[in-house]
């Protein structure tokens, strides 16, 4: 983490468009209480996440909407719709510089949104027996993960910032993809190998958000670092668990 941050130092004094308020251009102390907040933030919307999925799937009610948005086509493009816009508006107020109320908010709202998506899902993993673990095995495999991509980030100094135009393209090709399977006479099927290309995309975020976290956010925005790599993680989280319960529906 020196050499990290003394390298860090060296590239900033050589740049001299780096802004005076990022993280990249505090000094070492500064820089590992930023790390240490977001990462505190990431693990308490973690458990959130985690508190919040297990209470909703104790509810009737919830588990028949998860149900409903399991097997209904205009429901999940409704679900998936507002999901887009309440992350959005999520986001935007977790990167707030004016309110660290507001920036608390959006975190919540994030957390809530993906407790959301994940709903059936999780329902159906964990209502049946051909299931069984599986929810514990993608939670496993996307904490090394997520770990390993983290040590990437870390050790080799480097900043990351550039993947943000790969991911926007992808995510704008992704979406494409996912309402054409929803419409009538397109016959798309997003099966196993989407799957496995989407774990690539979502390590690519992690690894995007993670190199932010020290080269592009400002000291006061350790929240919306949080909740930009939480939307890593659940993303690549959302796709390990399709595809392990894909290869334990063929078995």
Sequence with gaps: MQDY???????NNQNPYASPYSVAAQSVDARAEFIRKTYAHLAGAIAAFAALEWALLQIPVMQTLAM???????????????FMGTSFLANKWALSNTSKQKQYIGLSLGVVAWAIMFLPMLYIASSF??????IMKAGVM??????GISLVAFTTKK????LGGFLKIGSFIIMGLIVLQFI???NINLGTWFSVAMIVF???????TTSNIIHQYN?????????????????????????????????
């Design 142 to 147: 996307t904490g090394a993960l997520v770990a």
């Design 202 to 208: 979502a390590s690519v975020s992690v690894l995007h």
């Design 184 to 186: 009538p006479g397109i």
């Design 5 to 11: 941050t003394n390298q860090n130092n060296s590239d």
């Design 159 to 162: 900043d990351f910032s550039f």
């Design 129 to 134: 027996p051909t299931f069984e673990g599986v």
């Design 68 to 82: 409903k948005m399991a097997s209904t086509q205009i429901g999940w493009l409704v679900v998936l719709a507002l």
């Design 219 to 251: 000291t006061n925005q350790y929240v919306g670092a949080a909740l930009g790599l939480f939307a890593s993680v659940a993303l690549l989280f959302w796709y390990i668990l399709r595809l392990l319960m894909s290869f334990a529906s063929n078995d």
